[in-house]
Protein backbone atom coordinates (compact mmCIF):
# COMPACT_ATOMS: atom_id res chain seq x y z
CA UNK A 1 0.00 0.00 0.00
CA UNK A 2 1.61 3.46 -0.69
CA UNK A 3 0.33 6.63 0.13
CA UNK A 4 1.45 10.29 0.01
CA UNK A 5 1.13 12.57 3.31
CA UNK A 6 0.81 16.04 3.21
CA UNK A 7 1.57 18.80 5.85
CA UNK A 8 2.05 22.32 6.13
CA UNK A 9 -0.94 24.16 5.35
CA UNK A 10 -2.54 27.10 6.92
CA UNK A 11 -3.54 30.63 7.32
CA UNK A 12 -0.90 33.58 6.52
CA UNK A 13 -1.36 37.01 5.81
CA UNK A 14 -0.76 38.66 2.58
CA UNK A 15 3.38 38.43 2.02
CA UNK A 16 3.87 35.43 4.04
CA UNK A 17 5.04 32.19 3.61
CA UNK A 18 4.43 28.73 3.86
CA UNK A 19 6.26 25.40 3.31
CA UNK A 20 4.45 22.09 2.06
CA UNK A 21 5.61 18.62 2.63
CA UNK A 22 4.36 15.38 1.08
CA UNK A 23 5.88 12.33 2.39
CA UNK A 24 5.37 9.44 0.27
CA UNK A 25 5.70 5.93 2.24
CA UNK A 26 4.69 1.88 1.68
CA UNK A 27 6.33 -0.81 -0.74
CA UNK A 28 7.85 2.14 -3.43
CA UNK A 29 10.20 0.72 -5.51
CA UNK A 30 10.85 3.85 -7.32
CA UNK A 31 9.24 7.67 -7.94
CA UNK A 32 9.47 9.51 -10.60
CA UNK A 33 7.53 12.60 -11.25
CA UNK A 34 6.65 14.84 -7.88
CA UNK A 35 4.56 17.70 -8.01
CA UNK A 36 2.00 20.25 -6.45
CA UNK A 37 -1.59 20.72 -7.55
CA UNK A 38 -4.14 23.08 -5.94
CA UNK A 39 -7.73 23.52 -6.47
CA UNK A 40 -9.79 27.03 -5.66
CA UNK A 41 -13.37 26.84 -4.78
CA UNK A 42 -15.26 26.82 -8.50
CA UNK A 43 -11.82 26.33 -10.44
CA UNK A 44 -10.27 23.16 -12.01
CA UNK A 45 -7.18 21.77 -10.34
CA UNK A 46 -3.93 23.26 -11.95
CA UNK A 47 -0.64 22.41 -11.93
CA UNK A 48 1.57 24.53 -9.69
CA UNK A 49 5.04 22.99 -9.49
CA UNK A 50 6.81 19.47 -11.03
CA UNK A 51 9.82 18.17 -10.25
CA UNK A 52 11.09 15.01 -12.19
CA UNK A 53 13.79 12.99 -10.35
CA UNK A 54 16.07 14.34 -12.26
CA UNK A 55 15.74 17.90 -10.43
CA UNK A 56 14.44 19.52 -13.32
CA UNK A 57 11.51 22.08 -12.64
CA UNK A 58 8.75 23.51 -14.10
CA UNK A 59 6.53 26.44 -12.20
CA UNK A 60 2.93 27.97 -13.43
CA UNK A 61 3.06 31.12 -14.72
CA UNK A 62 1.60 32.56 -11.55
CA UNK A 63 4.03 31.46 -9.32
CA UNK A 64 7.22 31.49 -10.69
CA UNK A 65 9.79 33.63 -8.41
CA UNK A 66 7.70 32.72 -5.42
CA UNK A 67 7.42 29.33 -5.17
CA UNK A 68 10.43 26.75 -4.69
CA UNK A 69 10.12 22.93 -5.50
CA UNK A 70 12.44 20.58 -4.38
CA UNK A 71 12.36 16.73 -3.67
CA UNK A 72 14.51 14.27 -1.46
CA UNK A 73 14.86 11.60 -3.10
CA UNK A 74 16.37 9.52 0.12
CA UNK A 75 13.34 10.32 1.99
CA UNK A 76 10.60 9.92 -0.53
CA UNK A 77 9.62 13.42 0.09
CA UNK A 78 8.38 16.46 -1.75
CA UNK A 79 8.50 20.50 -0.54
CA UNK A 80 6.80 23.80 -1.70
CA UNK A 81 8.28 26.82 -0.23
CA UNK A 82 5.49 29.14 -1.00
CA UNK A 83 6.95 33.19 -0.13
CA UNK A 84 5.38 36.08 -1.23
CA UNK A 85 1.85 34.30 -0.88
CA UNK A 86 -1.09 36.21 -2.31
CA UNK A 87 -5.01 36.01 -1.99
CA UNK A 88 -4.98 34.64 -5.09
CA UNK A 89 -3.21 31.70 -3.22
CA UNK A 90 -5.75 30.33 -1.58
CA UNK A 91 -6.79 26.71 -2.70
CA UNK A 92 -6.41 22.94 -1.21
CA UNK A 93 -2.99 21.66 -2.14
CA UNK A 94 -2.62 18.70 -3.80
CA UNK A 95 0.57 16.32 -3.75
CA UNK A 96 0.92 14.15 -6.96
CA UNK A 97 3.33 11.45 -7.58
CA UNK A 98 4.60 8.99 -9.99
CA UNK A 99 5.23 5.66 -8.34
CA UNK A 100 6.04 1.93 -8.90
CA UNK A 101 5.78 -0.36 -6.61
CA UNK A 102 7.66 -3.07 -5.03
CA UNK A 103 5.09 -5.41 -5.56
CA UNK A 104 3.89 -5.22 -9.44
CA UNK A 105 6.31 -2.39 -10.54
CA UNK A 106 3.42 -0.56 -12.62
CA UNK A 107 3.19 3.19 -12.46
CA UNK A 108 0.63 4.50 -10.79
CA UNK A 109 -0.22 8.01 -10.41
CA UNK A 110 -0.95 8.78 -6.75
CA UNK A 111 -2.61 11.67 -4.62
CA UNK A 112 -2.32 12.86 -1.60
CA UNK A 113 -5.70 13.94 0.60
CA UNK A 114 -4.94 17.80 -0.03
CA UNK A 115 -3.86 20.49 2.63
CA UNK A 116 -5.59 24.00 3.33
CA UNK A 117 -3.84 27.10 2.08
CA UNK A 118 -6.20 30.26 2.81
CA UNK A 119 -4.07 33.93 2.62
CA UNK A 120 -6.06 36.46 3.84
CA UNK A 121 -7.47 39.34 1.86
Known amino acids: QVQLVESGGGLVQPGGSLRLSCAAS????????MGWYRQAPGKERELVAA???????RYADSVKDRFTISRDNAKNTVYLQMNSLKPEDTAVYYC???????????????WGQGTQVTVLS
Open 26 to 33: GSIFSINN
Open 51 to 57: IPRDGRT
Open 96 to 110: NAEIRSRSSLVLYNY
